[in-house]
């Protein structure tokens, strides 16, 4: 198994459909998508760490470093074991982590990370209407709320942005996430495919 996994972040304000676009080139050979949104959902609420989570998660709070950095690293593991990760192969995109600097550091040892992909949009008003919509599909008590989501922007700006400066500069580039899905994921894919067929030519399915 390679000592770090080759990783591409995908990065971006909440709503900014980081999540959306993830779950498509997760369904792309070559590409394994894991998002720590998912991760915690997939927990049972009634639980310790679904407590910790629902505690968190309902205020608009970022799960504490220490709880989510050793989740993502026993669930990663056991995505190994089970053959649905294969790091020889797979470029792992990185989705909701690391959200703060401490969490970058700790990754630091687990992850090598090629590329990281900022989404960005301008229109705040579209990225809360999204927000509220998928509340209400997805029944997300923590998108629900206006004041909520207003908390989460905070968050992402306190906590979150400063990650960026945890890599080089030469690291990130931007994506306009306005636009088509299929656009959206055309400018995406121009930048990982060639990044997933560098590391891992071999490829063979
Ligand atoms: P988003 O709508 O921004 O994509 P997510 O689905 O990624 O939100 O995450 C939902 C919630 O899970 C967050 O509000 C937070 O409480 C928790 N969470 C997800 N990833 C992390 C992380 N890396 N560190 C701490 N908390 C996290």
Redesign the pocket.
Known sequence: MPSRYKTVLLFGA??VV??TQGKILGTIPGFFHF????M??QIDISSDLGKI?YE??SR????P?EV?VKMWTETIHAHCILHEYKPRHDLLIL??????VE?AQMLDAHIEVIKVIHLICDDQKAMFER?RRRALKENRF??ADEKVIRH?WSVYEAQTRPVLDHYPSDMTIEINSVGSPALVLRDLLDIVAPIQNQHFSAYEG
């Open positions: 909440p709503g980081k999540g998002a720590t949104g998912d915690f959902r989570f968190y998660s608009g709070e970022l799960v470093d989510t989705d909701g982590i690391p959200r703060t969490q927000l923590d998108d989460r």
